[in-house]
């Protein structure tokens, strides 16, 4: 964990959610793409789940 968030959920770096991609069942590099869309470096798994879920789902 890189820190805590005010509401005591955890906070990844890029790196760690990076690494954790097999839990949110997708390949390192859509983990890493959803950061890039969503411009941030650390979130929530809350957050690194929703910005997957929009990574994938978006318009090419």
Known sequence: MA???SSNE???SRDELINA???FGVKPEVVAGALRLAGK???T???AEAA???FLERKV
Do not use: F, H, N, V
């Open 3 to 5: 820190g805590q968030k």
């Open 10 to 12: 955890a906070l990844y």
């Open 21 to 23: 991609a097999s839990s």
């Open 41 to 43: 470096d650390t979130m």
């Open 45 to 47: 798994r809350a957050e």
């Open 52 to 54: 997957i879920k929009a």
